[in-house]
């Protein structure tokens, strides 16, 4: 914090001018230029005493040269009678203490002590109340926080945007959600009139509602991030999510289309995402697109369960070849009986089946629960091969599982006719 107090310390300090205009606080209205001037001439044109003012300029001639113990020792052994030199040598004491590691309850003891006199200049003061707001706020006194920075902007007529910032980031440390709204809308719009749009208060906006669970108000919150801050890739993302938070699914998508074309989409988490909202939209083909391009690519993992994934979403869009590759692929990693039979079913939706006769035979080998099913499957593939006695063999031994007992039943029946009009004996 030491920094904060360079200027206020290093000022001539055995007497005290009167703040001329040049002066004035920045982001104060012109239009109260004559209110300022009052409060000037009524808080200004008494001066320090002459043998404290030797002691503080001494003080101060050691910290110049960085001996900050040694100048803060002559302003404490410092007994001022007169409330003026007192509050201004409390001042002191309290910024030097400010700069010091571990010391911003005693910076704030004498900073108090210095504002209770109410006899400060009107800039003095009202940089002291400021200080005072942020060493509070240091020091995690959040409701001391509030009390200085809005005594602060009350005295001084400012428009600071920080410090209506820095008291609605009080008001959420202390879980007070509902009140960060206020301060952070004028700091929202003290920035912008000031000097430029800060994110700092939106994100408190939506964050004030998020916790309250008002994901309509803060998915807004969002919406004017992304208006505000349109280079920022962040809040497109956010945005994004938001939308899908509130069923919105439609604009979730878009939004990380626009995300996606800009090139804000960077993280594995994104395209799992933009994947996602393609499936949830009805659009299972570019949602595997976007899983083949990236696992390609090593952005996303590619695992059994990632590639199970993009498998059943090319059958989701009734790119069988794709799904059967991808099942397979899934399968090999892990020997896995299930996955080797949906890869034999994309296999045969694709017309493919002698691929599907060998992931059949796989799955059997991996041992499946349902083995009935997996031979109902063999028996079909072979049927269509032509291969009566595999066929007429693979649904009999469907037939000794009670699940798939009727249906190979039927089968069987169905294979022997066919057989006996190709001339084949079973």
Not at 33 to 42: F, G, N, W
Not at 231 to 252: R, S
Not at 288 to 311: F, N, P, W
């Amino acid at each position: 914090m030491k920094h904060l107090f360079n200027n206020l310390l290093k000022t001539t300090l055995v007497c005290v001018l009167a703040l001329s205009s040049s002066q004035l606080l920045a982001k104060v209205p012109p239009e109260k230029a004559d209110e300022i001037k009052k409060l000037e001439k009524a808080r200004g044109g008494k001066v320090m005493g002459q043998r404290v003012g030797k002691k503080v300029i001494n003080a101060f001639d050691l910290y110049n040269e960085d001996k900050v113990n040694e100048a803060l020792e002559i302003l404490l052994e410092i007994e001022a009678k007169d409330k003026f030199d007192k509050a201004n040598v409390d001042r002191y004491i309290g910024g030097m203490y400010a700069g010091m590691d571990g010391k911003g309850e005693e910076a704030i003891k004498y900073m108090k002590r210095a504002i209770e006199a109410d006899v400060l200049p009107f800039r003095d003061h009202g940089e002291t109340l400021r200080n005072l707001g942020a060493l509070s706020m240091q020091e995690k006194r959040y409701e001391d926080s509030i009390k200085y920075n809005r005594e602060y902007l009350r005295f001084s007529l400012d428009e600071e945007p920080k410090v209506y910032l820095s008291i609605a980031n009080a008001y959420y440390e202390l879980g007070q959600f509902d009140k960060v709204i206020e301060p952070a809308e004028k700091a929202k719009k003290f920035f912008a009139k000031w000097d430029k749009p800060n994110q700092n208060p939106y994100i408190l906006i939506m964050a004030s509602y998020y916790e309250r669970k008002m994901n309509v108000e803060a998915t807004k919150a969002v919406e004017d991030l992304v208006k505000t801050f349109p280079t920022e890739a962040k809040w497109w993302v956010q945005l994004g999510g938001f939308y899908a938070l509130i069923e919105q699914n439609d604009k979730a998508l878009s939004t990380y289309r626009m995300a996606y074309n800009q090139g804000y989409l960077t993280k594995d988490i994104h395209m799992k995402r933009l994947a996602q909202f393609y499936s949830t939209a009805g659009i299972p083909y570019k949602s595997a697109v976007i899983q083949e391009k990236y696992m390609k690519s090593g952005l996303l993992k590619k695992d059994d369960r990632a590639l199970a994934t993009m498998a059943q979403t090319f059958q989701n869009a009734k790119e069988f070849e794709k799904a059967a590759q991808y099942f397979g692929e899934a399968a090999a990693m892990i020997n896995d009986p299930d996955l080797y039979r949906k890869q034999a079913i994309a296999s045969m939706a694709a017309e493919n089946y002698k691929e599907a006769v060998k992931a059949f035979e796989k799955a059997l080998d991996a041992k499946p629960n349902r083995e009935g099913q997996v031979y109902l499957g063999l028996g079909e593939a072979h049927f269509y091969l032509e291969n009566w006695k595999e066929s007429y063999v693979a649904f009999n031994k469907a037939k000794e599982s009670k699940s798939s007992a009727r249906t190979a039943k039927g089968w069987l029946g169905f294979v022997k006719d066919t057989a006996q009009r190709k001339g084949v004996a079973l």
